[in-house]
């Protein structure tokens, strides 16, 4: 009896399967394992978890279904597989090959030394290869921002076709098989496959009736190419070689750090010196890979501020610029010298510089912008004043995607060129799918080019753009407070006397503030009419000021409760903060009433 290497029905019998060799696929018995339902960005648990039998194979083999039951031929085109190089990356890569062409896969694109990632993932899957060889899809093995080790988390999450995270569906179809999966499929006989040099490798079954490719790709190819069509990279060199002008690129041990080496090294021939923390280590060497003031600690102490943002002391010279990036390359912080850029700041300024950017300029102009819900209003006064379509959107990037692809879903409405962002460090534009860490860099430097064309004349800074940016604006005095670890129970039953409230909150005067309205954010989807509910408690005041309340959707363990405290201000536009935001903080704690849901109202991480 002929088989070929894909297996159409799992209660095929395979054990007659000759000639296929490396290429026979076996059958394995498993059953369901509990909790392994996609949060915001994948499957995130534990390393040990992953680890334990089946627990890889029993969610891999469940989107291999959905995606085949959804439509995918996976025997054509090509599947991506790269990671942010935590541990258990390695040995996670080759189980999914196996399964893989067990599954019918016929070409693999692996990064090198498994590397690839998030943004880099979404532009292969775009840019790479002819038509027949377009990637279908991608599994990404990181857990993001979150620790590393054989003690911490990791995670898998899985991409489309059009770059992005797979839509909700497909994740609920996926869970839905998780729960009532009977075997799994795999090539045990399948070679490992040399992951640390670039190169196909070509395994045909025995009798030559099938073959599989497994192509290990160079990690930062075509992310690099395109973003070197996105921005100036000449006047960004001339920047960067100014005098007076230094800058330093943290990526804090995760995966950033090839990109940041070919780019900023490579080709912008800056000095390695101006990297940091770029080697990639499977623990991010014990660190936090998050790009905050916190946790970025090494950084933030270069630039000459303490966790709060404050002026430190230091000796010697501090630099013009400082970034930093997470475990995946998705996210982004920005520094000037002994100056902090919000999140939200940065997607501002980067939303009215934007013209800059050849990418922007090249079509037209920027046509729209959106942010979540939580991230602060200072980018809608840029969007009201250039007169740009704007969105606001849960938390979550899945959001933005619609948006970005709303000229293919539905004819007419171009919402493209498109730049959008969240208070989580998150910034980005619609080359690609997924927020993008080293293009806001790139975006900032190109911003920076601009403003300074004389290398002759002083140094226009990331101060000075910021502060010339809120005297044209106004200033959206803007923290979260995190609290993290806590207990689950508590935090939910806080969100949910505060949710009940909401009716009798409206109206009710709160020191010297008056809520005009209490409510559940509430968002519908403009392009395919989706409805996401209960998105974060808002406490909108008369005057604009906002505090918002979230549970995180992506908390490793317990409940990490998100407050988010904003208040607006057209001329008082030099105040620490923290003072300006006394009076609405105090309040907010009064509001939520933490300390006595959850005993605490001291935070863990202040941004
Ligand atoms: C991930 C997503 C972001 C989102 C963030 C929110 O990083 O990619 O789009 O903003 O999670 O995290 P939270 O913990 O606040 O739910």
Redesign the pocket.
């Known amino acids: 009896k002929f088989v070929t290497g894909k297996i159409e029905d799992v209660d095929l019998d395979v054990s007659d399967a000759v000639g296929l060799g490396a290429l026979k696929p076996t059958v394995v018995k498993s059953s369901p394992i509990s909790g392994q339902e996609p949060g915001?960005?994948g499957l995130r648990k534990k390393t040990k978890e992953f680890m334990s039998e089946n627990y890889l194979n029993n969610f891999v083999q469940s989107v291999f279904d959905a995606v085949i039951a959804g439509g995918t031929n996976v025997s054509e085109g090509t599947l991506m597989i790269g990671g942010d190089g935590r541990y258990y990356n390695d040995k996670a890569i080759q189980t999914i090959i196996k399964m893989g062409v067990a599954n019918g896969v016929k070409r693999f694109w692996i990064g090198k030394d498994g590397l690839l990632s998030t943004p880099a993932v979404s532009a292969t899957i775009r840019e790479r290869g002819p038509v027949w060889q377009k990637s279908f899809g991608a599994f990404i093995l990181t857990a993001?921002?979150n620790p590393g080790g054989p003690d911490e988390d990791f995670g898998i999450k899985y991409n489309t076709q059009n770059g992005g995270p797979a839509p909700e569906y497909l994740m609920q179809d996926t869970f839905a098989n998780t729960k009532s999966i009977k075997n799994y499929k795999i090539c045990s006989d399948f070679p490992e496959v040399d992951i640390s040099e670039v190169g196909s490798t070509t395994v045909v079954s025995e009798d030559g009736s099938s073959s599989v490719v497994v192509e290990v790709i160079p990690s930062t190819q075509s992310h690099v190419a395109l973003l070197k069509t996105i921005f100036d990279f000449d006047a960004i060199k001339a920047l960067l070689d100014r005098e007076d002008f230094t800058m330093v690129y943290d990526s804090m041990h995760g995966v950033n750090g090839p990109y940041s080496k070919t780019v900023f090294v490579d080709e912008l021939g800056q000095p390695e010196s101006v990297l940091t923390n770029h080697i990639p280590k499977d623990d991010f060497n014990g660190g936090h890979a998050d790009p905050n003031l916190t946790y970025a600690k090494e950084l933030v102490a270069t630039m000459g501020l303490n966790s709060k943002g404050e002026k430190i002391d230091v000796t010697g010279p501090i630099p013009s610029f400082g970034a930093a990036a997470d475990g995946d390359g998705?996210?982004n912080m920005i520094l000037g010298t002994q100056f902090f850029v919000t999140p939200s700041d940065s997607l501002a300024v980067i939303v009215a510089n934007a013209n800059c950017i050849p990418f922007f300029r090249s079509q037209g102009g920027l046509k729209a912008v959106a942010r979540?819900m939580p991230t602060s209003g200072a980018v809608d006064l840029v969007a009201k004043d250039l007169n740009l379509d704007f969105f606001e959107t849960p938390?979550?990037?899945k959001f933005f995607g619609n948006l970005m692809d709303s000229k293919v879903i539905f004819k007419g409405k171009d919402y493209t060129p498109f730049i959008c962002g969240?208070e989580?460090f998150?910034t980005g534009s619609d080359h690609v799918r997924e927020?993008d860490g080293i293009w806001a860099v790139l975006a900032w430097l190109n911003i920076l080019a601009a403003h300074n064309p004389d290398a002759s004349k002083p140094l226009v800074t990331v101060e000075d753009i910021v502060k010339q940016h809120w005297s044209k604006y106004g200033r959206n005095y803007y923290c979260r407070w995190d609290f993290e670890g806590m207990d689950k129970d508590g935090a939910t039953a806080m969100m949910n006397k505060m949710r009940a409230e909401s009716a009798s909150n409206t109206g009710r005067t709160v020191g010297s503030y008056t809520i005009s309205t209490a409510d559940d954010f509430k968002y519908v989807d403009p392009v395919d009419g989706s409805v996401a509910q209960k998105q974060g408690i808002r406490f909108l005041m008369s005057d604009g000021s906002r505090i918002i309340f979230?549970l995180?959707?992506?908390?490793g363990s317990g409940a990490?409760v998100?407050m988010y405290i904003e208040q607006y201000e057209s001329e008082k536009l030099d105040l620490p903060v923290a003072t300006a935001l006394e009076e609405l903080t105090k309040i907010a704690l009064e509001l939520c009433d933490i300390k006595t849901f959850c005993g605490t109202e001291t935070p863990t991480v202040i941004t």
Do not use: I
């Open positions: 915001t960005s993001s921002h998705d996210r979540s938390t979550g990037w969240e989580s998150g927020k979230r995180s959707g992506t908390a990490t998100r």
